[in-house]
T-cell receptor, first 117, second 111 residues
């Protein structure tokens, strides 16, 4: 049963510290997405990759957030320095895009619950 | 810009039928997706309508009318485990499926 995995599942840190979240997409999927979910803002798309290339990161605060895919089996989302307002659940999702039409189904990982004190 | 509107909350009893409506405004449109999310869990894919009409998957059905920019998710024979949030989402299919999610409808099933 193929699944998206994320680590860590929970992270508590202090303001100013660096946070790195990792995601392993489903083998064979070529698109990876990072979302942030809060009660106030709902599900927000932060960034997404296709074939490891970043396609859009307009939803991400550029000064402190960065997203990368060092290889096809690993995506990372980094926050440096972290702030209390970054507290949220961060989801990674993957999908299979064919041709130029994208993918209709995204498979979400379990999420990383981040608390910044 | 894009927007998806859905009710914030619906309450129903076990065995009942619930319809969650979603109206959307998009610059490009290729279909409507539905996701379910239990408290503390991750969104999971339920259905996708690319064409007008009704798609049935077990107790859940989804409908789309592109001319009305409207769709709905129908939950039949409600069970306690159906208590969750349900999101409609629009995937612009150009440039790799950048999903935009609605605010979610919280469904509470009572005994």
């Amino acid at each position: 049963d193929a699944r998206v995995t994320q680590t860590p599942r929970d992270k508590v840190t202090e303001m100013g510290q660096e946070v790195t979240m990792r995601c392993q997409p489903i083998l064979g999927h070529n698109t990876v997405f990072w979302y942030r979910q809060t009660m106030m803002q709902g599900l927000e798309l932060l960034a997404y990759f296709r074939n490891r290339a970043p396609l859009d990161d307009s939803g991400m605060p550029k000064d402190r957030f960065s997203a990368e895919m060092p290889d096809a089996t690993l995506a990372t989302l980094k926050i440096q320095p972290s702030e209390p307002r970054d507290s949220a659940v961060y989801f990674c999702a993957s999908g299979l895009a064919t041709g130029g039409l994208g993918t209709d189904t995204q498979y979400f990982g379990p999420g990383t619950r981040l608390t910044v004190l | 810009g894009q927007s998806l509107e859905q009710p914030s909350e619906v309450t129903a009893v076990e065995g009942a039928i619930v319809q969650i409506n979603c109206t959307y405004q998009t610059s490009g449109f290729y279909g409507l997706s539905w996701y379910q999310q239990h408290d503390g869990g991750a969104p999971t894919f339920l259905s996708y309508n690319a064409l007008d009409g009704l798609e049935e998957t077990g107790r859940f059905s989804s409908f789309l009318s592109r001319s009305d920019s409207y769709g709905y998710l129908l939950l039949q024979e409600l069970q306690m485990k159906d208590s969750a949030s349900y999101f409609c989402a629009v995937p612009p299919r150009a440039a790799g499926n950048k999903l935009t999610f609605g605010g979610g409808t919280r469904v509470l099933v009572k005994p």
